[in-house]
């Protein structure tokens, strides 16, 4: 059972290989012929990142809804600012991440729903979320991270320049229904 802290949990099953993951996404980025956006769709995968989706939907027993690039590279494609805004994701209940490239020092912060306030209102504002988050977490660099995306969140960006890539499944059922399925998988981080 999950309690109101935990909207990150490592998949400890399995073991992430960091120069994999960058090798493949070069590999990627050099094969592909990409109008470049915040989030590439992708056809095809490189074999390290198909070995990755094949063991996760193994052992989670769950087909992803699809697969993301989340790419921040000023190489590529270079808006981070959206992701400091507080919001939940409209299309996906949850995902796993797999951080590539990111800023160790960049967290994901979750905050508690406030009555009357909508995230949309301060967005138009340019205004901060008014109460401080009470999960400030990281992705884990050693196993994939499932991550509760209706609970509002943002990422603390200091560096609008630093890359930030990371491979992602999306899932339409949410964070608890996943973890609640096989809790032996899963440690809260």
């Known amino acids: 059972m999950t309690d109101r802290l935990s909207n990150l949990a490592e998949l400890t099953s399995i073991r992430l290989d960091s120069n994999r993951l960058i090798n493949d996404w070069n590999l990627f980025v050099s094969n592909n012929q990409i109008d470049w956006d915040f989030r590439i769709y992708p056809k095809e995968l490189t074999p390290y990142f198909q070995t990755l989706v094949d063991s996760i939907k193994g052992l989670m027993q769950i087909e992803p809804k699809n697969y993301i690039f989340q790419v921040f590279d000023k190489d590529l494609y270079n808006q981070k600012k959206y992701l400091d805004i507080v919001h939940k994701d409209a299309d ?8 590539i490239l990111f800023n160790k020092l960049e ?3 979750f905050y508690d729903d406030i009555p009357d306030c909508n995230p949309q209102e301060y967005r138009k504002l340019n205004k901060p ?3 401080k ?10 196993h994939p991270t ?15 320049t630093s890359p930030r890539v990371l491979f992602q499944l999306s899932f ?7 973890v609640d399925r096989n809790p032996d998988l899963w440690r809260f981080i």
């Open 146 to 160: 499932l991550v509760n995306l209706q609970t509002l969140h943002n990422v603390r960006i200091l560096d609008k």
């Open 172 to 178: 339409d059922l949410g964070f608890k229904e996943i």
């Open 92 to 99: 996906r209940e949850s995902c796993i991440t797999i951080p």
């Open 107 to 109: 967290p994901i912060m």
């Open 133 to 142: 988050p009470y999960q400030i977490g990281r992705y884990s660099e050693e």
């Open 129 to 131: 979320w008014p109460v």
